[in-house]
């Protein structure tokens, strides 16, 4: 929908034919990384989720993630922040399928902050700290509503739940379920969690017992 507004306003405005072009490349980039992300957690379910693991440094893959949201961010006026903390010991996960889940979900929280008009001052920040659970790692902003009802439209395409009355478009819940789809893969999902006064959406990982014989 939004690449054929954008075409429609190239058409009507031929002086904007070269940022309705960009923004088209960057959304269609946007939908093909989405559509790519839900395939792998469909892969990784149709081999039951053997998945290689490995040690994974969470705060590389978020910096990875916030790497390949920038195009989309900027198109939305969304601010990236990277909040990876220090000392954070390395998880035991599949990491392509880790740095996609953060991908899809971060691409979901910037259409669904730039629906609400919050772009300008509600920064998204890419987190991980440490929990008595295991290593906290995901999205956060200033705005709980966003992030609450992104992870409910996300149920609805499970078959959950009854829709609700939100205002956040489809498209943010699509993300969040891919996002989840692939976690779910990797034995963990995605929760509702608070970080430094903010609400967001993260998964707890397992940290990577070193001192583990086998």
């Known amino acids: 929908m939004h690449i054929a507004r954008r075409a429609e306003l190239s058409r009507l405005h031929p002086q904007a034919q070269g940022q309705s072009l960009e923004d088209i490349l960057i959304s269609s980039e946007t939908a093909l990384s989405l559509i790519d992300n839900y395939v792998l957690s469909l892969q990784a ?31 939305y006026g969304v601010t990236l922040e990277l909040d990876a903390g220090a000392k954070i010991e390395p998880v035991s996960m ?7 889940a953060f991908v899809s979900l971060g691409h979901a929280l910037i259409e669904a902050l730039a629906s609400t008009g919050a772009t300008a001052q509600t920064p998204l920040k890419l ?18 509503e966003i992030t609450v009802e992104a ?7 499970q078959g ?9 478009s489809a498209a943010a819940g699509a993300g969040v379920f891919v996002a989840d789809a692939l976690l779910k893969t990797m034995s963990t999902s995605l929760k509702v969690s608070r970080h430094h006064k903010q609400c967001g959406l993260a998964a707890i990982l397992p940290p990577l017992n070193q ?3 086998v």
């Open 45 to 75: 379910m149709a081999r039951g989720q053997d998945l290689i693991r490995e040690p994974v440094s969470v705060s590389a893959v978020l910096h990875d993630a916030a790497h390949e949201l920038l195009p989309a961010a900027k198109q």
């Open 94 to 100: 599949h990491r392509t399928s880790l740095q996609a």
């Open 127 to 144: 987190a991980v700290h440490r929990s008595r659970y295991g290593v906290v790692a995901g999205l956060y902003c200033g705005r709980e």
């Open 151 to 157: 992870f409910r439209r996300s149920q609805l395409l």
């Open 160 to 168: 959950n739940v009854r829709q609700p009355h939100i205002n956040l």
């Open 211 to 213: 001192l583990q014989l």
